[in-house]
Structures are given as structure tokens and as C-alpha cells.
């Protein structure tokens, strides 16, 4: 079983950069792919990117291709999201959440997912 930790949120102006981090404490973490999701105030749970358990395979939504970067070290369990240009539109709870990878096909559908973190929190000012 995993159990994930996000950190590294944080308020910063348009235009700035964040890395999120999210640390796994299972032993079997280079088995699953990681996806990273948010959530803005009044809004549904969106998709952000994803990464294959290899760290060879990656996918973005369209709203943050170019700017976002998912990576993942599995020596240290832990997968990474460098944000950056970032926008206030980009301010959201940022997820992270895993599954046990069979297929080479990423998934962006949340409810494939079964390990979440508590989410951290990123606000982008103007």
C-alpha cells in the first residue's frame, strides 16, 4: 500500500515557478504511475500530467503543456512537478495520486487511481 505526502505549495506571482513534490512511502513504488490532479474552489477535480512507473512515458493536459514538468526519481520514491509560468488560473489544491501500472497507457481519469495524498496548496497572484 502506498501512502503519498505532497509538498512544496506555496503562494507565488504570475509568472513564477513552483516544484511540488510527492513522496511515497511504499516499497513498491517504481510499480505504479503517478498522476498529478487539482482542484480549484467550486470546480471539479482536474487532470494535470501523468508519469509511467519507468518515468519514460509522460502526459499533460493541454492547459499546462509547455509549462509544467513531471518527474519522478524512484531510488528516492518520489515524483515531481516543476511548474513553471505559472498563471492565477493555475491556482488549485495540487493532488497527487498513483495506481498500479499493468499497461503502457497513462491514465487521466482520476477514478483509476487508488492512493491520494492530502493535497497541497498553490495560489498564483496577479
Known amino acids: 500500500q502506498e501512502q503519498l505526502v505532497e509538498s512544496g505549495g506555496g503562494l507565488v506571482q504570475a509568472g513564477g515557478s513552483l516544484r511540488l513534490s510527492c513522496a511515497a512511502s511504499?516499497?513498491?513504488?517504481?510499480?505504479?504511475?503517478v498522476g498529478w490532479f487539482r482542484q480549484a474552489p467550486g470546480k471539479e477535480r482536474d487532470f494535470v500530467a501523468a508519469i509511467s512507473r519507468s518515468g519514460s512515458n509522460t502526459a499533460y493536459a493541454d492547459s499546462v503543456k509547455g509549462r509544467f514538468t513531471i518527474s519522478r526519481d524512484n531510488a528516492k520514491n518520489t515524483v515531481y512537478l516543476q511548474m513553471n509560468s505559472l498563471k492565477p488560473e493555475d491556482t488549485a489544491i495540487y493532488y497527487c495520486?498513483?495506481?498500479?501500472?499493468?499497461?503502457?497507457?497513462?491514465?487521466?481519469?482520476?477514478?483509476?487511481?487508488?492512493?491520494w495524498g492530502q493535497g497541497t496548496q498553490v495560489t498564483v497572484s496577479s
Open positions: 511504499g516499497r513498491t513504488f517504481s510499480n505504479y504511475a
Open positions: 495520486a498513483a495506481y498500479l501500472q499493468i499497461t503502457n497507457l497513462l491514465k487521466a481519469g482520476g477514478f483509476a487511481y487508488d492512493y
